[in-house]
């Protein structure tokens, strides 16, 4: 079987959809065959993503790259230093 990806806010939607399903009476089978998913990827979705909203994710989402930028930075910054300190040693 093709394994799909599913970004955080389809993950999401899914279970919300997945959530409305339960509250009219369907079965946990039934619902996650009707999402196209497994059932351990319903239970394990609901671990990672249970209480998340779209717009919360999306946030989470955007503080992670501009985390990773800063990390750049804060890397370059720190070699540019070290270089400094070696040149400054070095003449002496």
Not at 8 to 29: C, F, H, N, W, Y
Not at 41 to 53: E, L, S
Request: glycine letters at 8%.
């Amino acid at each position: 079987m093709k394994r799909i990806r599913h970004s955080p806010e389809q993950v999401i939607r899914k279970l919300r959809e997945a959530d409305a399903g339960l509250t009219s009476g369907k079965a946990v089978a039934d619902v996650c065959k009707d999402l196209g998913i497994a059932e351990a990827t319903y239970h394990r979705w609901r671990g990672q993503f249970g209480g998340i909203k779209a717009d919360e994710m999306r946030r989470l989402k955007e503080l992670e790259r501009e985390n990773a930028r800063l990390k750049a930075l804060v890397a370059d910054l720190s070699l540019d230093r070290s270089i400094l300190q070696e040149t400054l040693r070095g003449k002496s």
